[in-house]
């Protein structure tokens, strides 16, 4: 089974900045890896999806221009720099990875795995 480990989360203030890591298993090739969050009371969205070997990148309107996803290949590693937090970003924060081909990136059910989540405050 696909282990993803999500790290990095924590409280700030608004303004201020989080980075994320997820750390995947060796010898995976997803189509797309991802980051969907979960916010107290709300179903889940859409924040970063990263697909392909050209790493073309999909964004959330709410994020684009604050977040930034990333992946280190060699590392099995993906990563969300975000920036100039707001309080509406508040919410457990989800590693994801589509193993085969991905039709909808930013569609949280086309995800096969799924990390444990870590939790983004933001006062």
């Known amino acids: 089974d696909v282990q993803l480990v999500e790290s990095g989360g924590g409280s700030v203030q608004a303004g201020g900045s989080l980075s994320l890591s997820c750390a995947a298993p060796?010898?995976?090739?997803?189509?797309?890896m991802g980051w969907f969050r979960q916010a107290l009371r709300k179903e889940r969205e859409k924040v970063a999806v990263?697909?392909?070997?050209?790493?073309?990148?999909y964004y959330a309107d709410s994020v684009k221009g604050r977040f930034t996803i990333s992946q280190d290949n060699a590392k099995n590693t993906l990563y969300l720099q975000m920036n100039s937090l707001k309080p509406e970003d508040t919410a457990m924060y989800y590693c994801?990875?589509?193993?085969?081909?991905?039709?909808?990136?930013?569609?949280?059910?086309?995800?096969?795995?799924w990390g444990q989540g870590t939790q983004v405050t933001v006062s």
């Open positions: 990263v697909c392909g070997i050209g790493g073309t990148t």
């Open positions: 060796s010898g995976f090739r997803p189509d797309c």
């Open positions: 994801a990875e589509k193993i085969g081909r991905c039709f909808c990136p930013l569609c949280s059910d086309e995800y096969n795995y």
